[in-house]
């Protein structure tokens, strides 16, 4: 069931699966792609890495199993890259669906053209250290969002959110349902139909009466 629930997963923007979530679950906004355009679903596997080590992150890929999303909590860390391009790239040939680090990533250009989803703070040449493993599998957070191993992951341009597994099929159920109304609100206006005319919106608009 759970590779179902990865498949619709993967056809859901972010920003209706926060809309399904009532905001909750949004990692952190500055946890940014490092490939434009690239998109991510899958199912969480989590470390918490020792400081500014960088080791967590390569055991995480040579354990994870295809379509699983590496998460790492890395303490907000804006000093040290934590995922390059080797890394990366075995990931790629693993199958695995993305990384997520709260650090620095480094190597970009050449993680652009290996295309695997990466989000990280940013980018510096700075590299982790090595040497010292952090906890694997274990409730991990980051941002204030703790994610479990096993929750559901999915990323695009607009950012990372994690969905608790036991919430999965419900919250996926909805989204779909927002999402399919939001794309023909959407596909109606792009159309020509005024953005009033919109079912329900000249009665949402009203609600505000004298105080526009």
Do not use: K
């Not at 899958?42 to 994870?64: F, H, I, W």
């Not at 040290?80 to 669906?97: N, Q, S, T």
């Amino acid at each position: 069931m759970t590779g179902a629930l990865v498949a619709r997963l993967a056809a859901i923007e972010t920003a209706h699966l926060a809309d399904a979530m009532r905001r909750e679950g949004v990692l952190p906004p500055d946890l940014r792609p490092v490939v434009p355009g690239a998109r991510m679903a899958g199912v969480a596997r989590t470390a918490e890495a020792a400081p500014a080590d960088a080791d967590s992150v390569l055991l995480s890929v040579l354990t994870a199993a295809p379509g699983e999303v590496v998460v790492i909590a890395c303490g907000n860390l804006r000093d040290h890259a934590m995922i390059g391009d080797l890394v990366a790239a075995e990931a790629r040939r693993r199958g695995i669906a993305g990384i997520v680090v709260d650090a620095m990533a480094r190597d970009t250009a050449r993680l652009r053209a290996i295309g695997l989803p990466v989000y990280a703070l940013g980018a510096t040449p700075r590299p982790g250290r090595h040497g010292t493993p952090g906890r694997f599998q274990v409730p991990v957070t980051l941002g204030g969002v703790t994610v479990h191993p096993g929750d559901l992951i999915a990323g695009d341009d607009d950012g990372v959110i994690a969905i608790p597994a036991a919430r999965a099929e419900a919250v996926i159920a909805e989204a779909e349902g927002i999402a399919a109304a939001d794309i023909a609100r959407g596909a109606a206006v792009l159309g020509g139909m005024p953005l009033m005319d919109v079912p329900g919106f000249a009665a949402y608009i009203a609600r505000f009466g004298s105080r526009r």
